[in-house]
């Protein structure tokens, strides 16, 4: 493990150079100047070319991407063009909004699904297994775009129970965390169901069954373990694009996340805050990647990673 | 099929009862008295010299006052100056009040507002008003309450630069929206700003013009339109002005006691032309083009009335507004005549093959769309296809910018002194220079806008400006359609509000929230 450890680090490097120069000459390649959002109509063309100079951006492409390169190496991710503070701080700022989100989604859509699943894999074929079914197709066939307004409408404006938007305490989050986590709660739902049920006849099962333990016993720790690694893998990428932002949810529901944050950055054409939010997108990923490769582990300690 | 885990059940029973929202009652998200206004957008950066975001300088215009200001009818007025007038064609002077202080207790002075313009001037800074200041030669403390502003040469625009909002002569320089934004002397102070989350402004109990009769402002950011809407509809919001998709206004009408106001703006929406393109080039193609747009029908149904027709750049309340100029009203058989003149002849009568193809290139905002389908829907019957490009608005933005299209649409906002003209038709103001983006270039039109800069006799200006207006309606280099209607939708216990032309907020110092049995109560 300690080697693997070492090895993902080493990846590390790599992997976000990989995506920041992907980003860095993406962004330069889209139309659209800077200079001109930041400065405005009014500003003259000696004033634009002044501004260009002092913020470097006049200079070559690649002597600006060796800038940034080197800022980079030394921990600085620039300042914001627009905003004309850190970038790192831009980023910290919003990120607790997005993890309390992101978390709070996987929290719901996993309390939601795996009893939905249990339940359907213990009763295939019944009313509800069906019932699972559909709410696993309900969850999936409705875009955020829908259900975010449904449900303010539903719970803020006609029952007036919750909060329309923003983000000033537990229950401004409930409404955008259901938005997020039913989508995700119904992929969770499917997977661990068919998951379940392929587990469910193995001889291990059978075996366990007549050692004399009880259901609970088997469903937990002999099917549930060994139906767990589809469902990491799963939980992993939908909790990592979670972190890199849910754009539509942070708009609909005004949440102050780095979706929003990146959004208002390719907008403005704000150079280093898009390149700062992309790192911070592919760290996430990486993160939990590497938090799914420690799970997959514990749910089946025959998996090793030392070659 | 399973026993009882009494340690998972309680805590995924816990879980459930915390999402299920059974009880939990929303938040309050501002504190007792104030008023909640909605934006859009962030202000990016508060500080009057820096500002350029319509929200920032909305906002700001709360936080900070200026020498002059544009009152309710439009035309500018005293705020900080007692007195003011021009020495010669080039020297203006003013007297400033003497009881006003900044947030911090200091007195303001002449100090100050020389600080407040020498700091925009100096290039370390990179204000993007420095351009806007550049006739302006010196500024000059005569007394601790006079000043003096010298320009180089007579230029009566300069007068609107006497807006700026001005800030402490201590302040420190360079924009940076990390620091809280200087002391300002307006009726508010800022509080706290979360960013992407609300910007919180406090009532100034001791501002010089007398008190703000509210404990505070918060302006909640919301981005979606319809998201403001469900906001002031579920009472989380108490205020919005503009920014609101006239789709919604029928239905707030409808299901809320809202009050809504909708009055004469300054925002200007045009057609903007390449006159560099072949056929465009030509004025019976422009004008063609004009009459074949139905204004009343998108007004009425795509708009809810949330416009008027335009006849050119300034609305009928700004002092140089010419109403006596050509017009182009929808005639589709006149539309075309005047293309048969210009040589380009329907191919095939009735037929599907049009005289010829045109794109237009619009942000894709879906209202934005929507128009540019009835534009496209329009000009079939005339015989033009037109080509509906939508970009997001960086992209399209820097096409326009470089001239890179056949037709566009956006809008003017704040049009406020004629000079306007000069920067966008004058031959001088072609990108980078200046806004003139369609290259129109006509020598007439041109000697006539800098003698408009030069005069500073209003009537004679009025008399420049008239001519212009005629040329610019005659010649067709934007094609005109209409002035965006200021809306407001207040909750129906607030009061004293009055909108202001040009968007300025400056009015909620004078808003409360009435004590009668559908007031707001205080929390």
Redesign the interface.
Known sequence: MKRYLLRRIALLLPTLLGASTLVFFLIHAVPGDPVEVMLGETAGAADKEELRRSLGLDRPLHTQYRNFLAGLLAGDLGLSLYERSSVAELIRARLPATFELALCALLLATSLSFPLAFLAAARRGAWQDRGALLFSLLGLSMPNFWLGPLLMILFSIQLGWLPVSGRAGPAHLILPAITLGLGMAAILTRILRASLLRVRHEDYVQAARAKGLSETSVWLKHMLRNALLPVITVMSLQFGSLLAGAVITETIFSWPGIGRLTVQAIQTRDYPLVQGCVLTIALSYIFVNFVADIFYRLADPRITYDD | ???T?SRFAVV?IW??A??S??R??????HPPGYLVAGIE??P??LDPRFA??ANSVRVGGLIYNSLLRAGANGQLGMELAEHWGMTDEWTYVFELRRDVKFHDGRPLTARDVRHTYESILD?RN?S?????L?PLEAVEVLTPHRVRFRLSAPHAPFVEQFTLGIVPANTTN?????RPPPAGSGPFIFASS?????VVLKANPSYWDGAPKVAGLVF?????A??RV??F??G?IDFLQNDIEPDMLPWLRNTTAASVDTRQGTTFQYIGINLSHPILRHRNVRQAIAHAIDRAQIIRHLLKDLGTPASGLLSPINWAYEGAVDSWPHDPERAKRLLDEAGFADPDGDGPRPRFELSFKTTNIDLRRRIAEAFKEQLKAVGIELEIRGY????F???V?KGNFHLFSLAWVGVMDPDVYFQIFHSRSIP??G?NRGRYANPALDRLLERGRRAVDTDERRAIYGEVQKIVARELPYIPLWWVKNVTVQQPALRGFVPYPDGDLISLKNVSFSSSPGGRPPS
């Open positions: 099929m399973f026993k885990n995924y879980f459930l915390f999402f929202g059974c939990v009652f929303p938040a309050t998200d957008s962030q990016l950066n350029t975001d290039p990179r993007p008003k420095r351009a806007l550049k360079g924009p940076s929206s990390s979360d960013p992407g989350e609300k909640k950011i919301v981005p979606d319809m998201v469900l906001e509809k579920h989380s997001e608005w960086g992209t933005y820097s096409d910018k980078p220079h806004d």
